[in-house]
């Protein structure tokens, strides 16, 4: 074990004028291992990556810290925080077709990453350019080159992507919802890529998801976030055989099961509570089926359940009553 | 790119014929030529020997060829005035014009577009708010409202600049403004919009994730994307070269095409108000397809597949 983990989050917030988006995270990821961040779209999971890398808009307020090896980069200058985006931090994201400049050849949006990062130039950053196009799989890597983003699919773009990513051989690559707005087909084969960069690099990766299924297959360890929160914090086959958070028992429940009898699937009642009007507790409680008078006193923190296991509820759910929670 | 070029040579020629037509259309509504220029008392045999030579007692659609025909020659007809070639005379004041719209072209990019650009990069700041304001001002203010107001400013009060006249550059000052400052306001504002659009786009957050400083990412990544919409507005702007300053002719007195065209449309000078026309639109569609042109070469998207919605 090493004792500096590679990016530490300590009391992360963020808010967009006034109305909080993350509220107060903590993470840890350690080298050259792949952490999922999972839970509903608007709880947070993108904004902590976005917040944690400078890249939010101007107008959000972010506190908290964020070491990455152990210095210091939120609010870093702009010229520490060039080096360490892409360089040491890159970052994926959910739509490959908008998220490439439309106007340039995507063999120039990877020499870019290689310029600065590499020193590469000419013909030397071309040939780099070409050889990461053949690393992530992408056909006539030679000619796509050339090629315009508009001229490719979303699952190529989404290659494109990951070969600017790895242009500066990050220590971590953050990847938010990298297959969402792909064919199933085309997901395996990106998530496929992304676990067989991972043995082959050793980079660090963070999946953010809302896909269960996708988490379970490419990460080791899974965080649970809830409105701006992380509420559970376990290894990825204990989250899916014993989850502690009622809301963790809750999204697993609501998922098919891949074997076994046939069941109706229980959708969470209600939806995540707007940032203006959360709850003065723990900001499930309106929807946990487990909730009793004492969880709306304080938020709940985030505390072991067991060992390797902490969650963020003071009435976890039993590992034995899983099954019978699942099916009622 | 052959495809692309041809389907836009083909359109601009379509509006040139569209344009000629109309010029006929309007020209045969307007009254019986030959009383036009022959006057309402001339003899009747008069008429109709003039009817005869000119061939208005021909079909419709013969005059309507021949028409065509003359215009291909570059045959725009006389003025009815003076008797001289209504070409020539129109040829003789484009000059003047230019020498007004093109300085003030150049003040509307100059100043427009980098308020523009500033702006957006300072969105909600004080300079923005400032830039915007001014920009309002700019184009809602009518351009003879803004002349008159120069007048009196630099050239009644402070007595610096001639009101009007065209001896020398120090006269075309005064005009050249007034007709910059409303196209700068425009350029300003579509500027602004266009960049600020362009800064939310997820390939601007990609270019900062892969650590492409704040200002190159502008450089490199927003402004080429945001040039697409704006040239569509300058190549307006460049299109109303020619028939862009008849008001603010008129109140300095420029001798150009504008005031060519206010006179010969008081004198029912019709030869010269279709001749104006006709070179007024000519530039527009030429306008027109060089922009289009520039999308081409701006916007990969569009050399790939022509869309005939971009116009």
């Known amino acids: 074990m090493t004792t500096t983990p590679l990016v530490e989050i300590r009391g992360l917030t963020a808010s967009f004028d006034g109305i909080p988006a993350l509220r107060g995270v903590d993470l840890l990821v350690g080298r050259g291992e792949a952490v999922a961040l999972v839970g509903e779209s608007g709880c947070g999971k993108s904004v902590t990556w976005l917040a944690a890398l400078g890249l939010l808009p101007g107008k959000a307020a972010v506190t908290g810290s964020v070491r990455l090896d152990g210095a210091e980069i939120l609010h870093a200058a702009p010229a520490v925080l060039d080096r360490v985006r892409g360089g040491r931090v890159a970052m994926i994201f959910q739509d490959p077709a908008s998220s490439l400049n439309p106007v340039h050849r995507i063999g120039r949006q990877i020499t870019e990453a290689l310029r600065l990062h590499r020193g590469m130039d000419g013909a030397v950053a071309k040939e780099e350019a070409r050889r990461l196009l053949d690393r992530v799989g992408m056909p006539d890597a030679r000619r796509r080159l050339d090629a315009y983003p508009h001229e490719l699919s979303g699952g190529q773009n989404q290659r494109v992507m990951i070969a600017m990513a790895l242009a500066g051989g990050p220590e971590l690559l953050v990847a938010d919802e990298p297959t969402t707005a792909l064919d199933v087909t085309i997901q395996a084969q990106i998530l496929e890529l992304l676990a067989e960069i991972r043995r082959d690099t050793g980079m660090a990766l963070v999946l953010i998801s809302h896909d269960l299924g996708v988490v379970a297959e490419t990460c080791d360890r899974v965080l649970v976030m809830y409105a701006g929160r992380i509420v559970e914090e376990t290894a990825s086959a204990e989250l899916f055989s014993a989850p502690a958070h009622p809301y963790a028992a809750g999204l697993l429940a609501a998922l098919p099961p891949m074997d076994g009898p046939r069941r109706p699937l229980a959708a969470i009642p209600g939806g995540v509570p707007e940032p203006w009007a959360m709850p003065p507790g723990c900001p499930y409680a309106p929807r946990c089926p487990r909730h009793v008078a004492a969880c709306d006193r304080a938020v709940p923190p985030l505390i072991p359940v067991a060992p390797a296991h902490r969650a963020a509820c003071i009435r976890p759910v039993e590992p034995e009553r899983t099954p019978e929670l699942a099916l009622a | ?311």
């Not at chain 2, 014929?17 to 509504?29: D, P």
């Not at chain 2, 005869?52 to 659609?61: A, C, F, K, R, T």
């Not at chain 2, 120069?150 to 402070?158: C, D, G, I, R, S």
């Open chain 2, 1 to 311: 790119m052959l495809r692309f070029l041809g389907i836009r040579l083909a359109r601009a020629l379509l509006t040139m014929v569209l344009v000629v037509t109309f010029a006929f259309v309007v020209l045969r509504l307007s009254g019986d030529p030959a009383l036009l220029i022959m006057s309402a008392d001339a003899p009747p045999e008069a008429v109709a020997a003039f009817r005869e030579s000119w061939g208005l007692n021909d079909p419709i659609w013969q005059q309507y060829l021949r028409y065509f025909a003359a215009i291909f020659r570059g045959d725009l007809g006389q003025s009815m005035r003076d008797g001289r070639p209504a070409i020539e005379l129109v040829a003789e004041r484009v000059p003047a014009t230019l020498a007004l719209t093109i300085p003030a072209l150049l003040i509307k990019i100059g100043l427009g577009v980098p308020a523009g650009v500033y702006a957006a990069l300072h969105r909600n700041s004080f300079a923005d708010r400032a830039v915007m304001l001014l920009a309002v001002a700019g184009f809602t203010v009518p351009s003879f409202v803004l002349g008159l107001v120069l007048v009196l400013v630099f050239a009644v009060t402070l007595g610096w600049l001639p009101s009007g006249g065209q001896e020398s550059w120090r006269h075309a000052v005064l005009p050249v403004i007034t007709l910059g400052i409303g196209g700068a306001a425009v350029l300003a504002r579509f500027t602004r919009s266009a960049m600020l659009e362009v800064l939310g786009q997820p390939y601007m957050r990609t270019a900062l994730a892969k650590g492409v400083p704040w200002h190159v990412a502008v450089r490199r990544h927003a402004l080429p994307n945001a040039a697409i919409p704006t040239v569509t507005i300058i190549g307006f702007m460049v299109g109303s070269l020619l028939a862009g300053a008849v008001v603010v002719e008129s109140v300095f007195s420029w001798p150009g095409v504008g005031r060519l065209l206010v006179v010969a449309v008081a004198n029912r000078d019709l030869a010269v108000v279709q001749c104006i026309l006709l070179l007024v639109a000519a530039t527009m569609v030429t306008a027109n397809l060089v922009v289009d042109l520039l999308y081409g070469a701006l916007d990969p998207r569009l050399r790939a597949a022509p869309r005939g919605a971009t116009a």
